[in-house]
């Protein structure tokens, strides 16, 4: 079964400060890896996701995230932290079944 | 285009009462699911629907129950609301399953008491 844990639920960094936030996932199958974004009050939104090919994938807002199948992780970063950043992220993993599961989220706060 | 929407957008039950939160979507999308986000335990799936007709279970679909007639919509209903419901659920549509990104509505916020 797919499994995703996110670790830290709380993540803190001063603005300009590199970003990361960790993702690991669990399947059976080659998986298709995602990370979103929300905002207060707001639905979920993408910011980056693998399928296949390069392992490293850009996303909006500056982030990146590199999928280590060897490690099974698929880690959240950015070189330089904005006040804008501050939010919760959520990893979530696919396979080849129609459910998309989604680790517990770390929220990110960002200090001037 | 209006997306995933949502409605309403809060709401508060008594307990034993039974409601029906709506999802509509414009973007012909085949998939759509239920979810419910609670503190500390993220998103859970509750029920999912693949197109018109077809309906299964996610990971905490008791107490709740979905139809789907038709591509657009997917509601949600509640049978008889229990104060362990207490959460905010998200609606989310894609145009398929595995790797496709899911667009998700603004969220229903529901308080049973």
């Known amino acids: 079964a797919q499994s995703v844990t996110q670790l830290g639920s709380h993540v803190s960094v001063s603005e300009g400060a590199l970003v990361l936030l960790r993702c690991n996932y669990s399947?059976?199958?080659?998986?298709?890896l995602f990370w979103y974004v929300q905002y207060p009050n707001q639905g979920l939104q993408l910011l980056l996701k693998?399928?296949?090919?390069?392992?490293l994938v850009k996303g909006i807002n500056g982030f990146e995230a590199e999928f280590k199948k060897s490690e099974t992780s698929f880690h959240l970063t950015k070189p330089s932290a904005h006040m804008s950043d501050a939010a919760e992220y959520f990893c979530?993993?696919?396979?080849?079944?129609?459910?998309?599961?989604f680790g517990t989220g770390t929220r990110l706060q960002v200090f001037p | 285009n209006a997306g995933v929407t949502q409605t309403p957008k809060f709401q508060v039950l008594k307990t034993g009462q039974s409601m029906t939160l709506q999802c509509a979507q414009d973007?012909?999308?085949?998939?759509m699911s239920w979810y419910r986000q609670d503190p500390g335990m993220g998103l859970r799936l509750i029920h999912y629907?693949?197109?018109?007709?077809?309906?299964d279970q996610g990971e905490v679909p008791n107490g709740y129950n979905v139809s789907r007639s038709t591509t657009e919509d997917f509601p949600l209903r509640l049978l008889s609301a229990a104060p362990s419901q207490t959460s905010v659920y998200f609606c989310?549509?894609?145009?398929?399953?595995?790797?496709?990104?899911?667009?998700f509505g603004p969220g229903t916020r529901l308080t049973v008491t």
């Open positions: 973007m012909n999308h085949e998939y």
């Open positions: 979530a993993v696919s396979d080849n079944t129609d459910k998309l599961i």
């Open positions: 693998y399928t296949t090919g390069a392992t």
């Open positions: 629907s693949v197109g018109a007709g077809i309906t």
């Open positions: 399947s059976s199958v080659p998986p298709y």
């Open positions: 989310a549509s894609s145009p398929g399953t595995s790797g496709y990104e899911q667009y």
